[in-house]
């Protein structure tokens, strides 16, 4: 409930003995993972939250300059851990910068089919959990039965469910095939139906409408100011999307819209996300029905890719490349400078800056973390706001908490 | 992934020339590498060169981070051992800017731009929890992700990756006590 | 069940009178068994009985840290449904649980919380550690990851993957469901006989002085051919000063 429908706030600056401290996690089932709140309180009213952090912090930066290239992508799985694949394209995005590799267009379409997939799967997980909190149960269960469906598609084109750990500098670690194909079309064929019940649940639920619309009100200037991106800056009304602002891969290739709204509260933020799903789904569409043919990898001439087995067994030139980039004492080279090179992850701008010291190992991997970004908003739109109100609040700015410590 | 600097028309043109007049005519060090353009400034430019982008080319920040350059391969001798970059993106034109300080080690201070943009908050402190570089006129710079009784600064090249045993420093509680 | 039947001994030794003599030549006052009837002692039974009703009513306390805490959400949601073996129930309130769930890494800073919250718990609890993260450290052997919460924790059943695959899950709620169905519960010396070794090591590690404790373990490291890739480095060269 907003401010403005409560009683005036009779307490004030001068009254702050009546202030009550309340600690909120760091395990709390809102929290959905690790996140601690310390509250000032007045009766229910939320006057200041100051947000402690770090209680999943694990070091991955430090990590990600004694892993090589290659390597470092088991790693970027586990930071936005709803969505691996995303953090894979976005790590490997950086590293082909930073090598000036240019990927086979069938390359960039997998990209993208597997990006697409993995924003469908966090912004289920966002609205389903986020339903879950605020008393819907149903709409969770039908998020996850499609979220596993997404995850058969991992595990078929990677052998595993969860981490696929999939890209590879310059390709991916095995090409499509018939049955992953098969799996995407299983998801796209099933998502609408499960989408419409699902709105249903959350649209029409008067539950759910009330203690979202309204609530946490986001402006234009504070989203900007707050530094936010992805769906929560665009549900403030900041229209700003890298896949059609900067594009990457084969995004240009594509028809799709950014949805955005420009109320900037749970509720705005939630159908942003809602409508994000249709158009992903749209693209993947198009992305699966015309998947380029050829190779996957970039030419092994170029010295970058890891060969595929039979090329490793039955050629020279793989072998070669093979032992090369596996022996601990090699590896490939790289200039000796920095990029930074972002891309659109569920959650807003994820970028890496990436320093080389012309090894394989990075010297410096910076991640711009939207979830850490993005949740210096909290804060500021919990003001004023109920104890309830957090629950709502946080399930609409979907805090991964991997990715917000790391 | 063409390079900027081969293109016909420079993108950073316009930018560059504003931050020239603002910064008081001295000629900017530059480097451009694929299409990223990082700008050198020292720690008394930063202020200026980050208002005037903001309030006159309409510049938003992007991200603040820190890097550690000891022992970096061809650092020049008497160079900075740190340096924090500042990624700014303005929202019309698509155009990004990469502003880099250093900062010595003797001296590991910068001024906050908290004051400009809420957002730079908790990079800031997060730099400062991770390199020990501290920011003036921060409102309140504390540990943000490591213990407040830490006393090391993990990402600085010096300490090691498995840290110096305080992950094992915790009581044991047993099946006979719990 | 025929109660009131003077026995000695456990639930399998030989039904004996109270005189001694062997059961079968039914001395005077003793009772004719009729066939197919079970004998055994009260406590047993309701051992038995306490023992059948907590397996198959399991409340975890999900400690979800990380990824492994989807994968936990997973096997709440319908395609794995945890309710088939009655452990549904999650409660946030460690006061309400009888099994934690650690899912996920557990960083330094939140380890004190995780004794808190075990502490917490009434007995009798269980501890299950999902993942390799929880077990071991995994792959994030860094400065600011506790190795193993066994280090610090009593713990039941080990999960390997990282993330576990959802049936792991449930065969580890299974394995729980048979130990406790034994008796094996985490309070007085009952805990699981093969975890026992492995406790008294890490308590004797504990034990030791820091520096020379740590020195111990990077010695585990090289024999074991554990070593971080790139080679010798700056990394972790001043350790063991």
């Known amino acids: 409930m907003p401010a403005n429908l409560l009683d005036e706030p009779e307490i004030e600056s001068e009254h702050k003995e009546y202030h009550w401290t309340l600690n909120f996690g760091p395990q709390h089932p809102a929290t959905h993972t690790t996140l601690r709140l310390v509250l000032e309180l007045d009766g229910e009213r939320i006057v200041k939250a100051t947000p402690d952090i770090g209680y999943l912090h694990s070091g991955f930066e430090k990590l990600g300059e004694h892993l090589n290239f290659n390597q470092y992508v088991t790693i970027v799985d586990r930071k936005n851990y709803i969505s691996p694949p995303m953090n894979e394209v976005a790590w490997h995005n950086a590293v082909e910068k930073l090598l000036d590799i240019e990927l086979t267009r069938r390359c960039q379409y997998i990209r993208v089919i597997i990006g697409e997939l993995s924003r469908i799967s966090d912004h289920l997980l966002c609205v389903g959990a986020a339903a879950l909190d605020l008393g819907a149960f149903t709409a969770f269960l039908f998020c996850f039965n499609q979220r596993e469906l997404i995850n058969d598609v991992y595990e078929e084109m990677s052998g595993y469910r969860f981490h696929p750990g999939y890209t590879r500098v310059g390709g991916v670690l095995h090409d499509f095939n018939d049955r992953v194909i098969t799996k995407v079309r299983a998801v796209i064929a099933s998502l609408p139906k499960a989408l419409l019940d699902t709105e249903k649940l959350v649209y029409r639920n008067k539950i759910f409408l009330n203690r979202t619309r309204g609530i946490g009100i986001l402006t234009r200037d504070d989203a900007l100011s707050l530094c936010s991106t992805g769906p929560i800056a665009r549900a403030s009304g900041v229209i700003y999307d890298l896949r059609k602002d900067e594009p990457y891969l084969a995004y240009p290739d594509f028809d799709f819209q950014v949805p955005y709204a420009t109320e900037g509260d749970c509720y705005a933020r939630f159908q942003v996300r809602l409508e994000e799903i249709y158009q992903s789904l749209k693209i993947v569409e198009q992305a699966i029905e015309n998947l380029p043919s050829g190779p996957v990898n970039v030419p092994i001439a170029e010295k970058f890719p890891v060969p595929d087995k039979g090329t490793t067994y039955n050629s020279m030139e793989g072998l070669i490349q093979h032992f090369e980039l596996i022996m601990p004492n090699r590896g490939m080279e790289s200039p000796v400078n920095e990029v930074y090179a972002a891309i659109e992850s569920p959650n807003g701008e994820l970028g890496y800056y990436l320093v080389s010291d012309g090894s394989q190992t990075a010297w410096r991997t910076r991640t711009r973390p939207p979830s850490f970004i993005n949740f210096q908003v909290f804060p500021h739109v919990i003001k004023d706001h109920l104890i309830a109100d957090i629950g709502a609040i946080l399930g609409s700015l979907n805090i991964i908490a991997a990715e917000l410590d790391r | 992934m063409t390079e900027a600097a081969t293109t016909d028309v420079d993108p950073h043109a316009g930018t560059l020339e504003a931050l020239t007049k603002v910064l008081g005519g001295a000629t900017l060090e530059t480097v451009r590498f694929r299409d990223n353009l990082r700008v050198f400034l020292k720690s008394d430019q930063l202020l200026p060169a980050l208002v005037a982008l903001k309030s006159e080319l309409a510049f938003q920040l992007i991200e603040i981070g820190g890097i550690d350059y000891l022992a970096y391969p061809g650092r020049a001798s008497g160079s900075s051992r740190f340096e924090v970059h500042y990624v700014l993106l303005n929202q019309d034109s698509h155009e990004r800017l990469i502003l880099k300080v250093g900062v010595e080690e003797s001296r590991p201070s910068l001024p906050s731009v908290v004051a400009h943009w809420i957002g730079a908050d908790w990079m800031e402190r997060e730099i400062f929890d991770m390199f020990g570089i501290s920011f003036e006129g921060h409102p309140d710079l504390r540990r943000i992700l490591m213990p407040e009784e830490f006393t090391a600064f993990p990402l600085r090249k010096d300490y090691p990756l498995r840290g110096r045993g305080e992950r094992h420093n915790f009581p044991r509680l047993t099946r006979d006590e719990s | ?241």
């Open chain 3, 1 to 241: 069940m025929a109660l009131g039947v003077p026995t000695s001994g456990g639930p399998g030794s030989p039904l004996v009178n109270p005189t001694g003599s062997i059961a079968g030549l039914k001395p005077e006052g003793a009772v004719e068994v009729p066939e197919g009837t079970i004998l055994t002692r009260l406590q047993d039974a309701a051992t038995w009985g306490v023992n059948y009703s907590r397996k198959n009513s399991l409340w975890p306390m999900p400690f979800a840290t990380a990824c492994c805490g989807i994968e936990l959400m997973a096997v709440g949601a319908s395609r794995f449904d945890i309710a088939r073996f009655g452990a549904e129930v999650m409660r946030f309130s460690p006061r309400q649980c009888d099994l934690m769930i650690v899912a996920g890494r557990v960083a330094m800073k939140m380890m004190p919380v995780l004794q808190r919250i075990w502490l917490q718990m009434p007995e009798p609890k269980w501890c299950i550690s999902m993942g390799a993260c929880a077990s071991t450290g995994g792959i994030f052997d860094t400065y600011a990851v506790v190795q193993g919460i066994d280090r610090f924790l009593p713990v039941d059943i080990y999960i390997p993957g990282c993330p576990p695959r959802p049936e792991q899950i449930l065969r580890a709620i299974m394995d729980l469901q048979a130990k406790i169905q034994k008796g094996g519960s985490t309070f007085g010396k009952n805990g699981l006989p093969e975890l026992q070794e492995r406790e008294k090591m890490l308590l004797e590690k504990q034990m030791l002085p820091a520096g020379l404790a740590l020195a111990e373990e990077r010695g585990d490291e090289a024999r074991y051919g554990y070593r971080l890739p790139g080679g010798a480095g700056l990394v972790g060269r001043d350790e063991t000063k």
